[in-house]
């Protein structure tokens, strides 16, 4: 937790963008707003369609200048050339899961030696 409240890069795009969060938290506390900002993607959305829940928690890297970092950070021959560290995996879902997938084995194969 404190490693991740003296990140520079979480307060500079905090700072940068502290109307995007107050209104993600608002809309996080207010059902309604929630349903009103929703309603903008999909106009038929009613009160009845939507069930609370938890709120999802996805890992962020962020760049020293406060910018959230968009690319998969590969951190290699981690714990004496053991280990693979996969970091910043945004989500792109099923539809580029394959590509991913490909690009770790391949740094994996070249970082512990595979062969065909």
Not at 65 to 74: Q, S
Not at 81 to 86: D, I, M, N, P, Y
Request: proline residues 3%; negative net charge; hydrophobic residues 45%.
């Amino acid at each position: 937790m404190l490693t991740t409240l003296g990140n520079i890069g979480l307060w500079v795009f905090g700072v940068k963008n502290l109307n995007l969060a107050i209104g993600e938290m608002y809309r996080d506390l207010n059902q309604k707003a929630f349903i009103e900002q929703a309603q903008r993607i999909v106009p038929s959305l009613t009160e009845d369609m939507i069930q609370r829940s938890f709120s999802g928690v996805m890992a962020q890297v962020f760049n020293t200048n406060g910018t959230a970092a968009t690319e998969f950070i590969f951190e290699r021959n981690v714990l004496n050339g053991t280990t693979l560290h996969v970091r910043n995996a945004p989500s792109p879902a099923c539809t580029a899961s394959l590509a991913i997938a490909s690009a770790i084995v391949d740094v994996a194969s070249e970082d512990f030696a595979w062969t065909k």
